[in-house]
C-alpha cells in the first residue's frame, strides 16, 4: 500500500487531527497546547542534517521572542528519530547559537504525517514536505501553507499570519494585503441594500469608506 494511500490534507476551519508522539521534549499531545489557550505552528521539514532545514530552524529559533508574544508554541515534524532530532539540534545551536525551545516530533510510523498530507509521492516517498498549519485554541485549523523542497520558509511571514489571525479573531475584522499590525483593517461588508446605503453616507465613525463593500478603520 502507498504510504499516502489513507492520507488527506485537514482543511481550513476543520478540527486539527489530535496526535501523542514522541518528541525532543518527550511524549508530547497536540491538544496539551490547544487546551492551555496557545495557537499551535505545526511545521514539517524534509530531513535532519539537511542545508535548507537547519537555516529554517535556526531562523525559527532566532524568533522565539515573537512566538512567545503571539502565544504560538511551534512544533516541528519529520520522518526522522529522537536520537537523530537531538543531534541535529545540539548541532544547530552550535552553529546559530540560538536555543531551539520547541519540540520536533519524530514521526516513524508515519501516523502524523499521514493526517497531515505532509508526504507526497511526486516529490518523495519518505520525507515530508515543507507544510505549515496554523491552528487555533480551539483546534481549529485556521491557514495552511506548502512548500516545495528547495524553497525555504519567511519567518517573517508566518509571525504576520499569527498577529492577522489574532487580530482578526479579536476585532472580529479581516485584515488586506500585505497587512503589517497598526495597519487599517477592513469591517465587514454590509449584508443588505440599505446598510450599503447606510456605509457608503456614514460620517464621522471613523470609517475610511472606498466602496459600499470595502470599508477600512483603524483598530
Known amino acids: 500500500m502507498s504510504i499516502t494511500a489513507e492520507s488527506r490534507i485537514p482543511r481550513i476551519l476543520e478540527q486539527a487531527p489530535d496526535f501523542e508522539a514522541k518528541s525532543t521534549h518527550g511524549v ?3 491538544s496539551d497546547y490547544t487546551s492551555q489557550g496557545k495557537y499551535v505552528m505545526l511545521f514539517s521539514h524534509p530531513s535532519d542534517f539537511t542545508p535548507v532545514c537547519t537555516t529554517e530552524f535556526i531562523a525559527f529559533a532566532e524568533r522565539q521572542a515573537d ?5 504560538v508554541q511551534p512544533i516541528g515534524i519529520s520522518i ?3 536520537f537523530s532530532h537531538i543531534a541535529w539540534v545540539r548541532d544547530m545551536e552550535q552553529m546559530g547559537g540560538a536555543k531551539i525551545k520547541f519540540p520536533l516530533v519524530a514521526d516513524l510510523d508515519f501516523k502524523v504525517s499521514m493526517a497531515y498530507g505532509l508526504v507526497h509521492e511526486a516529490v ?3 520525507a515530508a514536505v515543507r507544510a505549515v498549519f496554523a491552528i487555533d485554541p480551539k483546534g481549529k485549523i ?3 501553507i506548502y512548500y516545495p523542497p528547495q524553497l525555504g520558509r519567511s519567518v517573517d511571514e ?3 499570519v499569527f498577529e492577522a489571525i489574532q487580530t482578526a479573531d479579536k476585532n472580529g475584522v479581516s485584515t488586506g494585503a500585505d497587512w503589517q499590525p497598526g495597519d487599517q483593517v477592513i469591517v465587514p ?8 446605503e447606510k456605509r457608503v453616507n456614514s ?3 471613523g470609517l475610511q469608506v472606498q466602496s459600499w463593500y470595502l470599508t477600512k478603520k483603524t483598530l
Not at 512566538?67 to 502565544?71: H, P, T
Not at 461588508?189 to 450599503?196: C, E, F, I, L, R
Open 28 to 30: 508530547i499531545k497536540l
Open 67 to 71: 512566538w512567545d508574544r503571539l502565544n
Open 158 to 160: 508566518l509571525v504576520r
Open 142 to 144: 485556521r491557514a495552511i
Open 80 to 82: 526522522d528519530s529522537v
Open 189 to 196: 461588508s454590509p449584508g443588505t441594500v440599505a446598510d450599503a
Open 124 to 126: 518523495s516517498d519518505t
Open 203 to 205: 460620517t464621522g465613525d
